[in-house]
């Protein structure tokens, strides 16, 4: 099951890099050069605990063992609108899988409206201070 989320996820992060953000209009997405760099396990570091204050005000709190996703968005960025519809569909079939966005350079109100709009029912958590622990991640980026 977390091969096939793993494979599932790829292409979705494929279609998604980026190195710059754009506002405003949502046709105008930055492209990427489709490379996606796989870790092998043995060469992977352990995930730090994440916790903090969610967009819906409760708090989140990572399982330890438990297989997280985590999602970095901002409200303003066109690939993060083009791939939220995927992540809310994935994080529907696989609830034996965390799903997190942490919210980064953004208002709540246009982060709720974003939210909304989507349909997103996984937790966002609103402090962004945890991108620390994920040295040189940058939206859009999931991180599985």
């Not at 890099?17 to 490379?35: H, L, M, P, R």
């Not at 994935?90 to 966005?101: D, N, T």
């Amino acid at each position: 099951m977390r091969k096939l989320l793993i494979l599932l996820l790829i292409p979705l992060l494929m279609a998604c890099s980026s190195n710059g953000v754009t506002s405003g209009d949502e046709q105008a997405f930055i492209s990427g050069n489709g490379v996606a760099t796989y870790i092998s396990p043995d060469n992977r570091k352990e995930a730090p605990n994440i916790s903090g204050p969610t967009l819906s005000g409760g708090s989140f709190k990572s399982e330890p063992g438990k297989l997280l996703v985590v999602n970095v968005w901002a409200s303003w960025c066109s690939p993060c609108r083009a791939e939220a519809g995927a992540l809310q569909e994935l994080s529907l079939a696989y609830p034996e899988v965390q799903f997190l966005g942490v919210l980064t350079r953004d208002t709540k109100v246009a982060a709720q409206s974003f939210v909304d709009r989507f349909g997103i029912t996984y937790p966002s958590l609103t402090d962004d201070a945890i991108l620390l622990e994920f040295h040189g991640q940058l939206i859009p980026n999931a991180i599985p």
